[in-house]
Nanobody, 122 residues
Framework: VQLQASGGGLVQAGGSLRLSCAAS????????MGWIRQAPGKEREFVAA???????YYADSVKGRFTISRDNAKNTVYLQMNSLKPEDTHVYYC?????????????????WGQGTEVTVSS
């Protein structure tokens, strides 16, 4: 499966962005999908994930501000980001996991898209 992330950009603090992750090659409807982010020189960190049944998980740092969703008919996963803060500035990646166990562990994700850059100015 190929994953294509889009929707990043420059936004002021307090603003919103919606990231999209379009899959091609095969359906992702049965896979847990996640958003992971990485700042320059830092390790990748878990942001949010959604199982095939729609159960969602969030990092504490984004809970209440970000919402992950999926549209299986469009083979796409979304990340709605509201109340953005400068510390949300990262490259955001979407990825697929083979199973929902340890879903917050970024090492479980085996299929990655290219990143989309999000910059939040203060």
């Amino acid at each position: 499966v190929q994953l294509q992330a889009s929707g990043g950009g420059l936004v002021q603090a307090g603003g919103s962005l919606r990231l999209s992750c379009a899959a091609s090659g095969r359906t992702i409807s049965t896979y847990p999908m996640g958003w992971i982010r990485q700042a320059p020189g830092k390790e990748r960190e878990f942001v949010a994930a959604i199982t095939w049944s729609g159960t969602t998980y969030y990092a504490d740092s984004v809970k209440g501000r970000f919402t992950i969703s999926r549209d299986n008919a469009k083979n796409t996963v979304y990340l709605q980001m509201n109340s953005l803060k400068p510390e949300d500035t990262h490259v955001y990646y979407c990825a697929a996991a083979p199973r929902a166990t340890r879903i917050r562990d970024v090492s479980q994700y085996v299929c990655w898209g290219q990143g989309t850059e999000v910059t939040v100015s203060s």
